[in-house]
């Protein structure tokens, strides 16, 4: 499965699926990059209203909206995201008035296609907490008859993810990758990703692949690679795991980049 995007932990994070026509997190560069692959976006699902996932927003429903419903998925209660619609017909995306948008909390199913017994996107819990409440940060699992293809976590560790079956593919905020690079206000337990706990987690659910996203842009593939690699070795995980690096565009994130 195809899978394209770009994760910087506090510059912006977008994931595409063309598969489903899926976009989740809408960060600042999306629409650049995506051109006119926005125009077979259905789905926008954005995991909580930080700036780094949310500042492309606008962008990408002016190609997206353009010519037909697109609909965006977002975390009740998410002002910022109420305040982005209404910036849309005064931006110069006036078709923003017409997009569907969609509170979500966790536990809904939303269908992805009009047929029956289409694939759905299970709204998942998160632990983040955006502007002090928990309840406003998201993550998302297509739903796809009986198989997971992807659940992504959003913004925070894993939790215990509730999900009806094991994820193909399994996106996890890995924002740090040694303990001492934590920020003091992120340390606590459900906040940033940190490599031993997400890997850790993520053996607890099993995946047929992990990605790890929305690291620090402190790290890159030349001096980090080794570090992930070995801890994966001394925590014998199972599952292969691909890092997607700050700073670049990947356009298969499965095969690596
Ligand atoms: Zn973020």
Redesign the pocket.
Known sequence: MQIVGFST??VA?WIYVPAYRLLLDAGDGAAAHLGADCEDIDTIAITHQ?R??LAGLLEVVSWAAFERVCRILYPAESDHVTAVRQAGPTQGVPCAATARWTAVRAGQRIPLTPAEAGPQLLVLPATHAVRKTSNRALGYAIVDGDRIPLAVTG?SAVVPLDLPARPEVLFCDCTYLSRQDVLEPYAGLGQHGLLDRVLANAAQVGPGHLVLY?LNARYNAVEHAERVRETCRTQNVPFPVTVLWPGAVCRDILAAC
């Open positions: 932990a506090q994070t930080h780094d996932h913004d929305h």
